[in-house]
């Protein structure tokens, strides 16, 4: 904006004097200004990372020259969003667990402690935001399973938001759990996504006395269950 209001400046009070600039003498400060905006250091830095971002930069590096630079960042936002949620997607996921879980730590440099599941209960960890990308990760993990428990507990603590997809996924694997008459237990939602979970019923599907703040809580309440359960 600076850089705008000085040319408009020279062309108002000085445009008489500015014509008289020979075009080499511009030229040459137009040759050292591109340059310098080029930042051909930083462009070749960029060379020292993976494949996908390599791809995004010379994406975007030759559509600003064949085309315009309007039509490169489009592109380019769209390719680095697409690597987005493909890192995301890489990166979240649910893992079955039927021996032992690690206990909540809010202090890093403590080791945490391990907690045993009791018998014929397993936890289904999520792990990341849960979304369109990863719905199908439900059923994966229940591939993993030798055989139905009594009691899953569902661990949410990781979980930093559902989208509208992961709740309908949520709810019918909830569903389709209940129907093989496994009772089932939320554990640890963060407070967002313990609204949004409240607000879209899961609270009344499971029971309310079935959704624990922590592991440790979602595991006893797991051996009250199972006492009950012929």
């Given at each position: 904006?600076?850089?705008?209001?000085?040319?408009?400046?020279?062309?108002?009070?000085?445009?008489?004097?500015?014509?008289?600039?020979?075009?080499?003498?511009?030229?040459?400060?137009?040759?050292?200004?591109?340059?310098?905006?080029?930042?051909?250091r930083s462009f070749k830095g960029?060379?020292?990372?993976g494949r996908n971002e390599i791809?995004?930069?010379?994406?975007?590096?030759?559509?600003?020259?064949?085309?315009?630079?309007?039509?490169?960042?489009?592109?380019?936002?769209?390719?680095?969003?697409?690597?987005?949620?493909?890192?995301?997607?890489?990166?979240?996921?649910?893992?079955?667990?039927?021996?032992?879980?690690?206990?909540?730590?809010?202090?890093?440099?403590?080791?945490?402690?391990?907690?045993?599941?009791?018998?014929?209960?397993?936890?289904?960890?999520?792990?990341?935001?849960?979304?369109?990308?990863?719905?199908?990760?439900?059923?994966?993990?229940?591939?993993?399973?030798?055989?139905?428990?009594?009691?899953?507990?569902?661990?949410?603590?990781?979980?930093?938001?559902?989208?509208?997809?992961?709740?309908?996924?949520?709810?019918?694997?909830?569903?389709?759990?209940?129907?093989?008459?496994?009772?089932?237990?939320?554990?640890?939602?963060?407070?967002?996504?313990?609204?949004?979970?409240?607000?879209?019923?899961?609270?009344?599907?499971?029971?309310?006395?079935?959704?624990?703040?922590?592991?440790?809580?979602?595991?006893?309440?797991?051996?009250?269950?199972?006492?009950?359960?012929?």
């Open positions: 904006m600076i850089h705008a209001i000085v040319l408009l400046l020279i062309l108002l009070f000085f445009g008489k004097y500015a014509r008289l600039i020979p075009m080499s003498c511009l030229v040459g400060i137009l040759v050292i200004v591109a340059y310098n905006m080029s930042e051909w960029l060379f020292r990372n791809a995004v930069l010379l994406t975007t590096f030759f559509l600003t020259v064949i085309n315009d630079l309007t039509l490169a960042i489009q592109f380019g936002l769209l390719l680095a969003v697409l690597l987005f949620l493909k890192r995301v997607i890489d990166t979240s996921g649910v893992e079955v667990l039927n021996m032992a879980v690690v206990e909540e730590s809010s202090d890093r440099d403590q080791p945490a402690n391990r907690l045993q599941v009791p018998r014929n209960v397993e936890v289904f960890e999520i792990n990341g935001p849960f979304f369109f990308g990863i719905a199908n990760k439900f059923e994966e993990a229940e591939e993993q399973v030798a055989r139905l428990p009594k009691v899953r507990i569902i661990r949410l603590y990781r979980v930093p938001f559902f989208d509208a997809t992961g709740m309908n996924n949520l709810k019918s694997f909830i569903c389709k759990s209940k129907s093989k008459g496994i009772t089932i237990i939320l554990s640890g939602p963060v407070k967002s996504v313990a609204d949004n979970l409240e607000k879209n019923g899961f609270f009344d599907l499971v029971g309310a006395g079935n959704v624990c703040a922590y592991i440790n809580a979602a595991l006893q309440r797991a051996e009250v269950l199972l006492a009950k359960k012929p």
